[in-house]
């Protein structure tokens, strides 16, 4: 078989490039049709999109959709708030079922509630206070997305929850409604709600949010740092309603007892697969039995489940409802995915200052295996004229949160990182994802990916692979097919990785050259050159403002 030729069939392949990579493989090769230099992986997707924000919805749908909703309103102002049962925004199962199927919601459980329509019927058939339909209104969340239909539903009737919905869908909504309703209002009785994460940034993302939506009513959040100033003596910390936090700053405080959660009645795990993995297991297993309340109710969050950790998480849980919502363990399908080939570790660089040079649409975000490769990247392509600066656990807190907020705010253009910005984080603008290095698992591609085409929009995943990637190509070409990217069939045909392939790469990544082009020579005289042409430049505006001010003083 020509290896060369099916790699580059579908993939970003510059055959000239590589012309030594051809040659070495050329022996094995077998006869197959003639192939074009550069073919991309992504064509038009036949499989219908899921319409998370009812982007797509035509006109005639919506009429249908107000139409049908006039007639339930009227229903419901017929009936007496206290009378009201959940099931009257449907006339029957089959029209639930029905509601379901189309915005592709899968429920496995028994007494599943009924999923909600709009925002409008979490007023009417839960009485939610005005203050949270307000603050949905005021920021501009109009319609509830699949996974809020129905997540919200089953954790407002308290039972425990396996929600798994792709990334950007809006999960973190889907819980925090419930929530704030099911606390009602503050009071002194400390912790009734945690919200673990498995990293700082975002456990405060999901406190902003938490602030946002509750806007107006005064619970009182905790989100778990070294400096909160915690009580020793009691651990019943009666000034907060509802804790966020990651899991070891979390067992850290109840292992020095200076927090109790006997009396939390809601546990959500965001990121459940993460925090259920290895590393976290252990830590998760004391919070959740410091959490013990008889009525506890427990809720599992991701974009990616697998059936480990199902069997894990049912150990912990009580007769669980499941929500799938799309496809499971799929990525975002308005993704738009590519694989380009770039032969061994220094086409890497060649290819990125390639799409440097033909211009970057920012935000972009790159995503490499190491701390140590973040660094290395970051000393390259700082030299390059763009705005790039670089993310990891080894940057204090305070670079942390600037940079995650000159990222938001546009100030950062491309923000080289690890897994640590792989999951959860929402920046909504971020137009492009590269993978400079292959990640290590279908999870962490499916989360990486994920950081772009978030609440409808549309977005770029650009993964390089080198030689030694193709052996688990194919884990990434499945998840490409089945979120309805157009691949082509040679890519279907590669060979699987074995389970002890994936565990390996998974427990220990790819060994790699270090990313290096420059002497240290070239890069100083990089440097030397930008300052110069940077104090040129700043010599010109100030010789230009002092010229405006002596021209205005002697008018
Ligand atoms: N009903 C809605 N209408 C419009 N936008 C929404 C709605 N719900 C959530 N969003 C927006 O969608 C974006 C993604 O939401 P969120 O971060 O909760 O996604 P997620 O499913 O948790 O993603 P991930 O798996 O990456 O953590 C956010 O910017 C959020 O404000």
Not at 182 to 191: A, E, R, Y
Request: net charge positive; glycine share 4%; with cysteine.
């Amino acid at each position: 078989m020509d290896f060369f030729k099916l790699l580059g069939k579908g993939t970003k392949f510059n055959s000239k490039r590589f012309q030594e990579d051809i040659d070495i493989f050329k022996n094995k090769s077998t006869n197959i049709e003639e192939i074009k230099d550069t073919v991309d992986v992504e064509e038009e997707s036949a499989v219908p999109e899921l319409d998370f924000f009812n982007t797509n919805k035509t006109a005639k749908e919506n009429k249908e959709v107000k139409k049908d909703k006039n007639k339930k309103e009227k229903k419901v102002e017929e009936t007496n708030e206290n009378d009201i049962e959940p099931e009257i925004n449907f006339s029957n199962q089959s029209e639930v079922q029905k509601f379901r199927l189309n915005h592709k919601i899968k429920i496995y459980g028994t007494d599943v509630p009924n999923p909600i329509q709009s925002f409008k019927d979490l007023k009417t058939i839960y009485n939610v206070k005005p203050y949270l339909e307000n603050n949905l209104k005021d920021n501009g969340f109009n319609m509830p997305t699949p996974i809020q239909m129905q997540a919200t539903t089953i954790m407002l009737h308290k039972r425990d929850l396996i929600a798994c919905s792709p990334t950007g869908s809006g999960k973190t909504l889907s819980f925090i409604i419930p929530i704030l309703h099911i606390l009602k209002s503050p009071m002194k009785k400390g912790f009734r709600a945690v919200i673990i994460s498995p990293t700082r940034e975002l456990a405060q993302q999901i406190y902003r949010e938490f602030q946002m939506i509750a806007k107006g009513k005064p619970f009182r959040f905790c989100l778990l740092s070294k400096a909160t100033n915690l009580n020793t003596e009691t651990g019943y910390n009666k000034n907060f309603d509802i804790l966020i936090s990651t899991p070891l700053r979390l067992v850290h405080a109840i292992q020095h007892e200076s927090i109790k959660l006997d009396g939390v009645q809601q546990l959500v795990l965001d990121e459940a697969d993460r925090l259920l993995e290895l590393g976290f297991l252990e830590q998760m297993d004391e919070i959740i039995a410091a959490c013990n309340s008889p009525t506890l109710q427990t809720s599992l969050f991701s974009a990616t489940i697998h059936s480990g950790v199902e069997s894990i998480a049912r150990t912990i849980m009580k007769d669980p409802i499941r929500i799938v919502i799309g496809q499971k363990n799929a990525a975002t399908e308005t993704i738009k995915q590519k694989l380009v080939y770039v032969g061994g570790e220094e086409g890497k660089l060649i290819e990125i200052r390639q799409m440097i040079q033909s211009g970057l649409k920012p935000p972009v975000l790159i995503f490499v295996q190491s701390v140590e490769r973040a660094k290395e990247l970051f000393h390259e392509l700082v030299y390059d004229g763009i705005n790039v600066d670089v993310i990891h656990s080894e940057r204090t807190k305070a670079q942390r949160d600037n940079i995650v907020n000159n990222f938001r705010i546009g100030k950062i253009w491309v923000l080289i990182t690890t897994e640590l910005m792989a999951r959860g984080m929402d920046f909504k603008g971020v137009k492009l994802v590269i993978n400079y290095d292959f990640p290590q698992s279908v999870q962490s591609y499916i989360h990486r990916i994920g950081r772009t085409g978030r609440a409808g929009r549309d977005g770029e995943a650009v993964t390089f692979f080198s030689r030694d990637d193709v052996t688990y190509l194919k884990s990434i070409v499945n998840v490409m097919k089945s979120s309805g990217c157009d691949v082509p069939d040679w890519m279907l045909e590669l060979k699987k990785p074995t389970k002890e392939m994936k565990k390996k790469l998974r427990n220990r990544p790819i060994q790699r050259k270090t990313i290096n082009t420059m002497s240290k020579y070239d890069k100083q005289k990089i440097l030397h050159k930008q300052d110069m042409i940077n104090n040129s430049k700043k010599r010109k505006q100030n010789t230009k403002s002092e010229n405006n001010n002596k021209k205005q003083k002697s008018e």
